[in-house]
Structures are given as C-alpha cells and as structure tokens.
C-alpha cells in the first residue's frame, strides 16, 4: 500500500536541524506544513500553518490536535525535533537540584511522551496509516567523552543523557504496542551539529569520528526523509544512529 500524500506536523522547526528539514520539504510545494513552535518563524510559503504553543503544557497538545482533527487535510507525519529545556538547564551533576531536574526531566522526555499519546490517538480516530519520528542523540547511545570538555566552559549534562536514553526505549515500547495499527514509530540520534563551538572542541571531537566530526543539520535530512518514506516501510521501533563513526 502506497502511502498518502505526506503531511507534516514539525515540532521544533525552529532549530537548526528543524530549519534545514523545513526548507528541504518546501522544495516541493505539494506539500502542507503543519510547524509548532514558540518563537517567531516566518511562512516559508502560504500553504503552511504555523502554530506557536508552549509544549511542555498538555491542553496546549490537547487543543493543537483538536484543531487539526477539524481540518480538511490530516496530518500522517510528526516529527519531533524539539529541545524543550528550562532556564538553569546546563548545570554541574554536582550542582543539581530536585525543581530543576523535575523540569528538565519532563521537558526533555516527557513532552515526547505526551506528543506521542495525542499523535497516535490521533492517526487511531482518523483510520490514518500514522508515522512518528523522535529525536534521541548519541549522548542517548553512549556516555559523554569527557576529555572533550576539559578546561572549556562546557558540559554535556546528566538530563540529557538519560532523557535521550530514555527517548530510544519509548520509541521501542509505542512501536511494539502499536505495530498491528498500522503506525510506525522510530528515532534518530544524530551526532553534534556544528554551531560555533569552541575550536578545541571542534578537534577533540572530529578527532573521535571519521572524516567530518560535527555535523551540518542537512547530514540529517536525508535520513528523516527515508524513514518518513514508504521505502522505510518495514523499519519499525528502531534507532538510526548519524554520527560519523563517533559512537564506534
């Protein structure tokens, strides 16, 4: 069975890995663009419908999906590459505290819960043949190179660690759960993307991979538009791993 016209629901296009997706999708004008996003995006093209909500707030997804059940066209495609995070994230392990590890927690892991939740029940009462990709990382694989961070102001922090662990294995657990309904669900976790970093970083980095090291956001595009593909079809519940060999 050939799958639908492709219609996207994009949380996080805003990013950088987000903004390479939605300026690689719009090559096609067939397509409709649903994008959620808190902060200001520009309309890449009038046939794009841009929400602003906070999704770390349940009536938000609640309302959003009530919105696009009404629509004439329904989304079969949500991907998920939002990286929700509160004010103090980023701290020392030994710094931590129980209000800010309870924020974080949920940001980074529990809105991918809860994205899942509406998505799926929503692909179950429209009969839609559903798609759902989220986005862990290979600090969600493998625990952080420390000896990358010596001596800089960085860290790779603990929440994001097990959050993004955590990501793979819901990926898995909704995956096997909705198999026999025609929904698939899978993840990715992509290598560091390239943003400015320290220089130093940059060469300890690289050094750990092949030939690239830091990636560019459209190293991923390709693999995003093969799993949102029928070609992926029989890919269901996995993990593909973007990093140029640095979790070797």
């Known amino acids: 069975m050939v799958m639908a016209q492709k219609k996207y629901l994009i949380i996080g296009s805003n990013g950088r890995i987000g903004k390479a997706l939605l300026k690689d999708l719009t090559k096609n004008d067939k397509l409709e663009i649903v994008t959620v996003d808190k902060s200001n995006l520009k309309k890449l093209s009038s046939k794009h419908t841009h929400y602003k909500i906070d999704i770390s707030k349940e009536n938000n997804l609640k309302k959003l999906f009530l919105k696009l059940h009404k629509s004439k066209d329904k989304i079969n495609q949500v991907i998920n590459l939002s990286y929700p995070k509160n004010k103090n994230y980023g701290k020392d392990f030994l710094h931590l505290n129980e209000k800010d590890l309870k924020d974080n927690l949920f940001l980074l892991l529990g809105t991918n819960i809860m994205i899942a939740k509406y998505s799926i029940n929503f692909f179950l009462k429209n009969k839609i043949k559903g798609n759902i990709l989220f986005t862990s990382s290979i600090l969600g694989v493998r625990a952080p190179k420390f000896n990358h961070y010596d001596g800089l102001k960085m860290i790779s922090p603990i929440e994001y660690s097990a959050s993004k662990s955590a990501i793979i294995m819901v990926t898995e657990y909704l995956a096997?759960?909705?198999?026999?309904?025609?929904?698939?669900?899978?993840?990715?976790?992509?290598?560091?993307?390239?943003?400015?970093?320290?220089?130093?970083?940059?060469?300890?980095?690289?050094?750990?991979?092949?030939?690239?090291?830091?990636?560019?956001?459209?190293?991923?595009?390709?693999?995003?538009?093969?799993?949102?593909?029928?070609?992926?079809?029989?890919?269901?519940?996995?993990?593909?791993?973007?990093?140029?060999?640095?979790?070797?």
């Open 176 to 248: 096997k759960k909705y198999r026999k309904k025609n929904i698939r669900i899978n993840c990715i976790s992509p290598g560091g993307i390239k943003d400015k970093q320290n220089i130093l970083f940059q060469k300890r980095y690289r050094d750990d991979c092949g030939v690239k090291g830091l990636l560019d956001p459209k190293d991923i595009i390709t693999t995003i538009n093969f799993l949102m593909d029928d070609r992926s079809k029989n890919i269901n519940g996995q993990n593909i791993i973007i990093d140029d060999g640095w979790s070797l």
